[in-house]
């Protein structure tokens, strides 16, 4: 079993940066692959980027690529998501969470969920 404590939300301009965390309780948390995930008002929650268990392989939505960055530091049993040059349509409540399948941009395949941060980005 793991738990997840996401933060790092808040307001920022667009073009600014933010980086996200998410700390994991447990002593598997090496075991999981982890996601982001987002979810805007009205829309259904979306995949951000992934990473895999050993931080080797890492995913990014389209819509992300080259602005965000993924990572993960297991003995600190912490996933990072920096965020840069952000747009008013990345607003959203993110969420991490962690699977134990190869199906990462999948949403039901993720068995764990951070309550969530909220990122507002103005224009």
């Known amino acids: 079993q793991v738990q997840l404590v996401d933060f790092g939300g808040g307001l920022v301009q667009a073009g600014g940066s933010l980086r996200l965390s998410c700390a994991a309780s447990?002593?598997?948390?090496?075991?999981?692959?982890m996601g982001w995930f987002r979810q805007a008002p009205g829309k259904e929650r979306e995949f951000v980027a992934a990473?895999?268990?050993?931080?080797?392989?890492?995913y990014y939505a389209d819509s992300v690529k080259g602005r965000f960055t993924i990572s993960r530091d297991n003995a600190k049993n912490t996933v990072y998501l920096q965020m840069s040059s952000l747009k008013p349509e990345d607003t959203a409540v993110y969420y991490c969470?962690?699977?134990?399948?190869?199906?990462?941009?999948?949403?039901?395949?993720?068995?764990?969920w951070g309550q969530g941060t909220q990122v507002t980005v103005s224009s």
């Open positions: 447990g002593r598997t948390f090496s075991s999981y692959a």
């Open positions: 969470a962690a699977t134990q399948s190869v199906y990462y941009s999948d949403r039901g395949w993720y068995d764990h």
């Open positions: 990473i895999s268990w050993s931080g080797g392989s890492t």
